[in-house]
């Protein structure tokens, strides 16, 4: 089963490749309840970094549009993939997010399959990945979704979920 809106966030863990200044921390570990917490946050999910749309359109439209989402409400935007937390951090130095959109890893896809969003590409072998999504959840809580389906890049976009954003908030 998918998860919806209404639904809470699984209580998974997912992993993020943590530096401060010269001195490298690692990976931690974060259990998603706890990262979401009294927070409003905007997940983008995407089926793999270095992948042609995901590097070149999803994540730098929501580089560019960071100030917009932050001025609507959202206190975070993370982008989770099927990759390790190394990769994950690799993709944010070459694709410039700095500390703009946390990147976070769901390296054995235990969310994407908590969430029913897994997507199967061993045929192009990449394995089990995450479909493509975004969504908004507050608390924890999913007030938004949008779930693209297979080899579409149509509406997960910056410029559709800031729409989308604006008419979430005035529902509540």
Known sequence: MSIAIGDQLPDVNIFEYVAEGDETEGIKVWRLPDL???KKVLIVGLIGVFTPVCTNSHIP???EAYDHFHRAGIDEIW?????????MAAFA??????????MLSDGSGELADHMGMTLDLSDRGMGVRSDRF??????GLVVD???EDPGCFCYTDASTM???LEGVLQQN
């Open 145 to 147: 979704l949008l779930r």
């Open 36 to 38: 979401v917490y009294k």
């Open 162 to 164: 800031l729409e989308r």
């Open 134 to 139: 975004a969504m908004i959840a507050d608390n």
């Open 79 to 87: 982008c989770i993939s099927v990759n390790d937390p190394f990769v």
């Open 61 to 63: 439209g929501y580089v």
């Open 93 to 102: 130095r070459d694709t410039g997010c700095g500390d703009k959109i946390r």
